[in-house]
């Protein structure tokens, strides 16, 4: 009973330190926070709607910890607006968390280094050599073509007698994403005709590896938050990042060393030109500073974040049309008025067809694929809603709980895309904002509007949508760090008879 007593004694004065401390260095707001786990007793999975709720009772700008780590969350466009302008620069480092360091090289891959010289030209190479408008349009025909080919498998696999034949998209859309970036980064496929069974075993590893990345890199890792388990022993959670990063180094080492074979059989006028032909130029030129690790970390960076988000939009944006048939009508009508039945859309149409960027963009708004941003981190303090806050604290941007917040978009739960016609963007007040914003926003923007838009188009045009049953798709979240779907989605299609014609010409 004494011992209770102590306890409680203790406890009272904690919090009442806590109090004071909190209120003379002007923190922003804090629910009640424990002694040593801080607010980690709050957090249940999905991450990004319990620190919605969390927000919503106790407001957009918020002061917690978790564990021994400051963390600052903001949950509204003003609050976000202020962190990745005012405070951009304060803000562009990565926190030291142990995917950083596994993942990332030891916190040298573009996204996880810090802001620095080091970080300026990773991002200076991706932008001028990947993801400028010239490569771009360079690879414009690899994205066509793999469309086309994904149109062409979901044709034969329809009924003969012009029925409708369930598929299973997440599959498709996957296999899609990846095809597209294996080319523009490998010149290589591991879906489809032709391909052959060493491709296949890579296409099985690579699909681990990404399911596996994202998995762990979106669980809380308890290592991080209190690092006194691992100065008394506890390792465990370090052990699974550490396999993995052997799995993907494995991998992309292959890859770099098949690449390094062809350009000593071939000169570059006999071969097309690949983003790892492009590296390993550079890596010529400088090698001290272009080693295989750096061209390693870029090419996980952009296989990763380029294949699983992208075909997760695509699932959510097939799912929402499909739960609101007379939204796809529309698309469907646009479509035919602007581009026809007697060619296929291309990446050129996209700019005519406003309604069906809508549907994107809102199904952005609902389902982002980064529901809370890559965590940023203050190099020193700084001022957030007239709230001091100290150096070294960890930012978490909510853009799931902005992009539903009622109180900045009318109806959130329900799919409206005329409400994203015209919309400015980041521009529009950071109300939203699915590929991030400042310095660390995505620079692979443009690459994913271009896939997305022409596929989900090209699916839109082509074939006939319908559900598998009479209930609506389950639109359940699953847990990782890009908002999948719990359950894969599966539908039904059959070829439009009105692009019979055109499709068997193909």
Same mark, same amino acid.
């Given at each position: 009973?004494?011992?209770y007593s102590?306890f409680?004694?203790f406890?009272?004065?904690f919090?009442?330190?806590k109090?004071?401390l909190?209120? $003379?260095?002007?923190?922003?707001?804090?629910?009640l926070?424990?002694?040593?786990?801080?607010?980690?007793?709050?957090?249940?999975?999905?991450?990004?709607?319990?620190l919605a709720?969390? $927000?919503?009772?106790h407001?957009?700008i918020?002061?917690?910890?978790?564990?021994?780590?400051?963390?600052l969350l903001?949950s509204s466009?003003?609050a976000a607006?202020?962190?990745?302008t005012?405070n951009d620069?304060?803000?562009?480092?990565?926190?030291?968390?142990?995917?950083?360091?596994h993942?990332?090289y030891?916190?040298?891959?573009l996204a996880?280094?810090?802001y620095?010289?080091?970080?300026?030209n990773?991002? =200076?190479?991706?932008?001028?050599?990947?993801?400028?408008s010239?490569?771009?349009?360079?690879?414009?025909?690899? =994205? $066509?073509?793999?469309v086309?080919?994904?149109?062409q &498998?979901?044709?034969?696999?329809?009924s003969?007698?012009?029925?409708?034949?369930?598929?299973e998209?997440?599959?498709?859309f996957f296999?899609?994403?990846?095809?597209?970036?294996?080319?523009?980064?490998?010149?290589?496929?591991?879906?489809?005709?032709?391909?052959g069974?060493s491709?296949?075993?890579?296409a099985?590893?690579f699909?681990?590896?990404?399911?596996?990345?994202?998995?762990?890199?979106?669980a809380?890792n308890i290592?991080d938050f209190?690092?006194v388990?691992?100065?008394v022993?506890f390792?465990g959670?370090?052990?699974?990042?550490?396999r993995?990063?052997?799995?993907?180094?494995g991998?992309?080492?292959?890859?770099i060393?098949?690449h390094?074979?062809?350009?000593?059989k071939f000169?570059?006028?006999?071969?097309k030109?690949?983003?790892?032909?492009?590296? #390993?130029?550079?890596?010529?030129?400088?090698?001290?500073?272009?080693?295989d690790?750096?061209i390693r !970390?870029i090419?996980?960076?952009?296989?990763s974040?380029?294949t699983?988000?992208?075909?997760?939009?695509m699932?959510?944006a097939l799912?929402? #049309?499909?739960?609101?048939?007379?939204v796809?009508?529309?698309?469907?009508?646009?479509?035919?008025l602007?581009?026809?039945?007697?060619?296929l859309?291309?990446?050129s149409n996209?700019?005519?067809?406003?309604?069906?960027?809508?549907i994107?963009?809102?199904?952005l708004?609902?389902y982002?694929?980064?529901?809370?941003?890559?965590p940023h981190?203050s190099?020193? !303090?700084?001022?957030?809603?007239g709230?001091?806050?100290? =150096?070294?604290t960890?930012?978490?941007?909510?853009?799931?709980?902005?992009?539903?917040?009622?109180?900045?978009?009318a109806?959130?739960?329900?799919?409206?895309?005329?409400?994203?016609e015209?919309?400015?963007g &980041?521009r529009?007040?950071?109300?939203f904002?699915?590929?991030?914003?400042g310095?660390?926003?995505?620079?692979g923007?443009?690459?994913?509007?271009?896939?997305v838009?022409?596929?989900?188009?090209?699916?839109i045009?082509c074939?006939?949508?319908?559900?598998?049953?009479?209930e609506?798709?389950?639109?359940?979240?699953?847990?990782?760090?890009?908002?999948p779907?719990?359950h894969?989605?599966e539908?039904?299609? &059959?070829l439009?008879?009105?692009?019979?014609?055109?499709i068997?010409?193909l």
């Amino acid at each position: 009973m004494e011992i209770y007593s102590y306890f409680l004694i203790f406890l009272s004065l904690f919090l009442l330190t806590k109090h004071v401390l909190h209120k $003379s260095k002007n923190l922003p707001p804090s629910p009640l926070s424990l002694p040593f786990l801080g607010h980690l007793y709050l957090l249940k999975k999905p991450l990004h709607r319990t620190l919605a709720t969390i $927000s919503a009772q106790h407001g957009p700008i918020l002061f917690l910890r978790f564990g021994s780590r400051p963390v600052l969350l903001v949950s509204s466009p003003s609050a976000a607006e202020e962190c990745f302008t005012k405070n951009d620069i304060v803000f562009a480092n990565r926190p030291r968390l142990l995917a950083g360091k596994h993942l990332g090289y030891n916190f040298t891959s573009l996204a996880w280094a810090p802001y620095g010289d080091h970080w300026r030209n990773l991002r =200076r190479i991706t932008a001028l050599e990947i993801f400028s408008s010239n490569r771009l349009q360079m690879f414009s025909g690899i =994205r $066509s073509d793999e469309v086309r080919s994904m149109i062409q &498998r979901l044709v034969r696999g329809c009924s003969s007698d012009g029925g409708f034949k369930m598929v299973e998209m997440k599959s498709v859309f996957f296999e899609l994403t990846l095809n597209i970036m294996m080319r523009m980064i490998a010149g290589k496929r591991y879906y489809g005709e032709n391909v052959g069974e060493s491709e296949s075993e890579g296409a099985r590893k690579f699909r681990e590896i990404v399911t596996e990345t994202f998995h762990l890199g979106g669980a809380t890792n308890i290592g991080d938050f209190l690092p006194v388990l691992k100065w008394v022993g506890f390792k465990g959670m370090e052990k699974p990042l550490m396999r993995l990063q052997e799995k993907r180094d494995g991998f992309m080492q292959e890859l770099i060393e098949e690449h390094r074979r062809m350009r000593s059989k071939f000169s570059d006028g006999e071969r097309k030109k690949t983003m790892i032909d492009v590296l #390993l130029s550079l890596q010529e030129t400088e090698p001290e500073y272009y080693t295989d690790q750096i061209i390693r !970390g870029i090419m996980l960076v952009l296989l990763s974040a380029g294949t699983d988000t992208s075909s997760g939009t695509m699932e959510w944006a097939l799912s929402l #049309l499909l739960n609101n048939p007379e939204v796809l009508e529309k698309a469907q009508d646009e479509i035919d008025l602007r581009v026809g039945q007697e060619r296929l859309l291309d990446e050129s149409n996209m700019a005519v067809l406003p309604y069906l960027h809508s549907i994107i963009n809102e199904t952005l708004r609902m389902y982002p694929a980064g529901p809370l941003l890559v965590p940023h981190e203050s190099s020193e !303090g700084c001022i957030v809603g007239g709230f001091n806050v100290p =150096r070294g604290t960890m930012l978490l941007a909510n853009m799931w709980a902005i992009h539903n917040d009622p109180k900045v978009w009318a109806e959130p739960k329900k799919f409206k895309p005329e409400r994203l016609e015209g919309l400015e963007g &980041r521009r529009d007040g950071f109300k939203f904002m699915p590929f991030g914003s400042g310095r660390r926003g995505c620079p692979g923007e443009g690459l994913a509007e271009r896939v997305v838009g022409l596929a989900l188009g090209s699916l839109i045009q082509c074939f006939e949508w319908q559900r598998v049953g009479e209930e609506l798709v389950d639109m359940t979240e699953g847990t990782g760090l890009t908002l999948p779907k719990a359950h894969p989605l599966e539908a039904k299609c &059959r070829l439009r008879p009105t692009m019979v014609n055109l499709i068997s010409q193909l």
